[in-house]
């Protein structure tokens, strides 16, 4: 299991075998050459730790990096009563995103607590970065 401070970057830890349009990824983040409109989704695996926790996670953009404005791609999980389960968190946005921009997922917790991965065994992060305009 991973802890994720408030405001901090999440993981990736496995490489898809398909790259396209030049995206790459260093660490926790992915570099888009290619500027243009994308469909940005994602999926990540939260161990809730108590009775009421509410982990949020949004895109940034940079550098220097901010949010996406106007909070279109931060979701958030509420869960009440459900401490020791992991459940999953997934959103989903259009996104305009400049040539040679740089892309990372952060912890936007409302609380502004840490939240955390659910195990080390498995992808705890998913992201899909599919360009729509030429």
Known sequence: MQNIPFNGTL???N???????GITRTGDTITI?????????FVVTIAIRNELNTPSVGVFLGPPFNEVP???TRFELVSINLGGNCLQ?????IIT?????????????TSMDLFTLCSNEINNV??????LSA
């Open 97 to 109: 995103i400049p040539a040679g921009s740089q892309l990372q997922l952060r912890n936007t917790s």
């Open 126 to 131: 998913a992201l899909n970065i599919i360009k």
């Open 89 to 93: 968190l997934s959103g989903e946005a």
């Open 11 to 13: 993981p990736f830890n």
């Open 70 to 72: 106007n909070v279109q």
């Open 15 to 21: 490489d898809s075998p398909a790259q396209a349009g």
């Open 33 to 41: 050459p290619l500027g243009g409109d994308y469909l940005v989704s």
